[in-house]
């Protein structure tokens, strides 16, 4: 999909299905969007959702970057300069990080897509990292808005007051 090379972008969704995938279906003529559904999203982990995505993904998917929903301040250049240096280094993570301290999105290569599917319920993504921390590739970022998240409309009127 255009400068940053996606092919698709699929969003897991949980809580307000329905009104997500309304607001999905609007935007869909223009980007390639496709909705999933983690029915179990209410036992709040992470990696059920992140499985989901893996396991609806394309069969000719490569990577899949893991962007968080409460992101929305997360800068182009970041994810452009994560896909290339997947394509140029052939890493099997890249991680982006601001004064040594790793954050989103990351990309993670289909070869370990499989340890991804098949982690222990009750383990996190940072446990995969963690796990896997020899593989990572990671990329220095001017900007801290790899370690922020907005939670709520409060967060965001912030975020927008500061941006």
């Known amino acids: 999909m255009g400068k940053a090379r996606l092919g698709e972008i699929l969003i897991v969704t949980g809580a307000e299905r329905e009104k997500i995938e309304g607001l999905v ?3 869909s003529a223009e980007y390639p969007l496709r909705t999933v559904h983690n029915k179990d999203y209410a036992q709040n982990e992470m990696l059920l959702s992140l499985q989901v995505g893996l396991a609806n993904l394309a069969p000719e ?3 899949a970057l ?3 929903g409460d992101q ?3 800068q182009p ?3 452009s300069l994560i896909i290339e240096t997947y394509l140029d280094r052939k890493a099997r993570l890249v991680i ?3 004064q040594k301290r790793r954050g989103h999105p990351w990309l993670v290569d289909r070869q370990l897509w499989k340890a991804l599917l098949n ?3 009750g383990s996190t993504p940072r446990d995969f990292l963690d796990r896997h921390k020899t593989l990572i590739e990671y990329i220095s970022v001017k ?3 790899i370690l922020q998240d907005i939670d709520t409309p409060g967060d965001y009127k912030n975020y927008q007051k500061q941006a």
Request: aromatic share 8%.
């Open 119 to 121: 982690a222990l319920p």
């Open 61 to 63: 998917a490569e990577a």
């Open 66 to 68: 893991v962007v968080l």
């Open 72 to 74: 929305p301040q997360i």
């Open 25 to 27: 279906a609007a935007f």
């Open 77 to 79: 250049g970041t994810i």
């Open 96 to 98: 982006p990080s601001f």
């Open 143 to 145: 900007t801290d808005t």
